[in-house]
């Protein structure tokens, strides 16, 4: 499947449905093609050759490089595979970054929901306590214990609303899963659906 961004340029595309606690969740395609390492740094720390799909490179130059015309082309993208179901979702919501400091998320559910016509909350999900970076945790159910109770729902914009969770990157969906349960045990959300960019090659 192909997708233009702005700019014209067709962005060949590959989305998957992912399953778990949410009404129903989709990425748009894979992260990386192949990584594989080509030696240490001086420090003595791995050092890899990764190739990207289209879309998993724009994401880096937006999420690395601070591109932000990269981020214009991903919303564009994103909006034009999610045209069918605008005006269906009452709150878009971006998963809370265990770096605070981090606003990728929040960028993407913004440029999302504007598209959508739906309203944007970064309030209506917290973090109820600090987590570590799950990308160097590798066990899947080391990370399911570090997310259990991790995430807060904001009753007052969450209770009775159709939601769209929105994240980066789908790994195992233990992020995803913990925000979902939230959202419906505290925050009482009528159906959350959920997206992420890209996922990674193995779901683990």
């Known amino acids: 499947m192909c997708g233009a961004c702005r700019c014209g340029t067709k962005i060949q595309l590959h989305p998957e449905h992912i399953d778990g606690a949410w009404r129903s969740g989709i990425t748009l395609d894979v992260q990386t093609l192949e990584s594989h390492c ?13 190739r990207r799909s289209e879309l998993g490179e724009l994401l880096y130059q937006f999420k ?16 034009d595979h999610l045209s069918k179901v ?19 998320t929040k960028q993407l559910a913004k440029g999302i929901a504007a598209g959508l016509g739906s309203r944007k909350s970064d309030t209506a999900l ?25 995430f807060a729902a904001d009753s007052r914009q969450i209770c009775g609303k159709v939601v769209l969770l929105v994240d980066d990157l789908y ?4 992020t995803l899963e913990a ?5 419906y045990t ?10 992420a960019v ?7």
Not at 38 to 50: A, H, N, V, Y
Not at 186 to 195: D, E, N, S, T
Request: aromatic share 6%; no cysteine; hydrophobic share 35%.
């Open 126 to 150: 917290s973090k109820a306590r600090a987590t570590d970076a799950l990308k160097t945790i590798g066990d899947p159910g080391r990370r399911k214990e570090i997310l259990a109770g991790a």
């Open 179 to 183: 925000a979902t349960e939230a959202a």
């Open 171 to 174: 790994r195992s969906g233990a």
């Open 64 to 79: 690395y490089q601070s591109n932000q015309s990269a981020l214009e082309k991903i919303i564009a993208l994103i909006l």
């Open 198 to 204: 890209t996922r990674t090659r193995v779901h683990r």
């Open 86 to 104: 605008k005006g269906r979702f009452d709150l878009v919501v971006p998963i809370p970054p265990s770096n605070p400091t981090r606003t990728v």
């Open 186 to 195: 505290q925050g009482g959300a009528r159906a959350v659906y959920v997206f």
């Open 38 to 50: 080509i030696g240490d740094d001086e420090q003595g720390r791995p050092l890899f050759e990764t």
